[in-house]
T-cell receptor, first 111, second 113 residues
Framework: ELKVEQNPLFLSMQEGKNYTIYCNYS?????LYWYRQDPGKSLESLFV?????AVKQEGRLMASLDTKARLSTLHITAAVHDLSATYFCAVDIYTGNQFYFGTGTSLTVIP | EAGVAQSPRYKIIEKRQSVAFWCNPI?????LYWYQQILGQGPKLLIQ????????DSQLPKDRFSAERLKGVDSTLKIQPAKLEDSAVYLC???????????FGSGTRLTVV
């Protein structure tokens, strides 16, 4: 059975601090996505990682992919309150562009 | 470009009733997906269409859920009869063939009481 696990599930951090969210998956894939979801809202695409070693950065967020370790990370630098949301990783197992989502990480940034 | 449109935004029904959700994908997007997101969980794929054909419906509870995409554009997802555990947000997404990733609609929040 395919598993896509994120940790931590809940993260409370102070503004200005750094932290990393981890996404582990249980089968071979070289395509991984990160999404953000605000309460009551739909999912917003953040990053698309398409190969081993891929690294993408946007503002205070940086995502990376290690396909050999079946691991992706989402690193938060100098957190600000606006980053408070739930973050999901999603793995594309088949070439049919079919996603399997992780459990989500609920991030709260405290002033 | 216009996004993925879904309606209604909210629906409350009693168990054993039926309900239908509607999705209009982005123009030109051949692939359409329905996902179920239970509170506190990640979205789970229910069904994937390519034009008006089903690509994968292996996770669709076919005894009570049905979906169609007539003419390869709009899609409807139906639940009949609904159970309490069907309470969730139902998300529609679409993608253009060859693109990576897809665009989600705002979802329909279903509450079964």
């Amino acid at each position: 059975e395919l598993k896509v696990e994120q940790n931590p599930l809940f993260l409370s951090m102070q503004e200005g601090k750094n932290y990393t969210i981890y996404c582990n998956y249980s089968t071979t894939s070289d395509r991984l996505y990160w999404y953000r979801q605000d309460p009551g809202k739909s999912l917003e695409s953040l990053f698309v990682l398409l190969s081993n070693g891929a690294v993408k950065q946007e503002g205070r967020l940086m995502a990376s992919l290690d396909t050999k370790a079946r691991l992706s990370t989402l690193h938060i630098t100098a957190a600000v309150h606006d980053l408070s949301a739930t973050y999901f990783c999603a793995v594309d197992i088949y070439t049919g562009n079919q996603f399997y989502f992780g459990t989500g990480t609920s991030l709260t940034v405290i002033p | 470009e216009a996004g993925v449109a879904q309606s209604p935004r909210y629906k409350i029904i009693e168990k054993r009733q039926s309900v239908a959700f509607w999705c209009n994908p982005i123009s030109g997007h051949a692939t359409l997906y329905w996902y179920q997101q239970i509170l506190g969980q990640g979205p789970k794929l229910l069904i994937q269409f390519q034009n008006n054909g089903v690509v994968d419906d292996s996770q669709l509870p076919k005894d009570r859920f049905s979906a169609e995409r007539l003419k390869g554009v709009d899609s409807t997802l139906k639940i009949q009869p609904a159970k309490l555990e069907d309470s969730a947000v139902y998300l529609c997404a679409s993608s253009f063939q060859g693109d990576y990733g897809y665009t989600f609609g705002s979802g329909t929040r279903l509450t079964v009481v």
